[in-house]
């Protein structure tokens, strides 16, 4: 998907792109969630760098940081994005309702109480 925007005055990027005014920017999203300056090995499948407990504050929203769009960023975004996450969330409970779910042999999962202390 393309986003197209107008600028307002001329524009020097990196002291070597002149973007007049009236002139037009345009951008690949998916460009975003390929960038190697952002993303660690952008091409690799790991879901675990979307987690909340990563290293990274991860938000799809581009309220802070834009790292990728999903759906959209700033007063333009998606106005299903709440619908979506719900949808979201209803499709992941039908996956746990309707499948049997075990660990992988060898794999087991560590069910033993520990103290501590929320902050």
């Known amino acids: 998907m393309w986003h197209h925007h107008a600028m307002t005055e001329d524009f020097v990027l990196d002291d070597k792109y002149v973007i007049p ?29 979307f987690l909340n407990d990563h290293d990274q504050d991860f938000d799809i929203t581009g309220s802070r940081e834009i790292k990728m769009m999903p759906f959209g960023a ?15 969330e209803y499709f992941v409970a039908n996956l746990v309702w309707n499948f049997k779910w075990k660990a992988v042999d060898g794999d087991e999962v ?8 929320p902050l």
């Open 74 to 88: 700033g007063r333009r975004i998606c106005p299903g994005f709440g619908l979506a996450m719900l949808h979201l």
């Open 110 to 117: 560590d069910l033993t109480e520990k103290q501590k202390l």
């Open 21 to 49: 005014k009236d002139g037009s920017v345009n951008f690949m999203v998916a460009d975003m969630g390929w960038d190697p300056k952002v993303w660690e090995d952008p091409m690799g499948f790991q879901p675990e760098r």
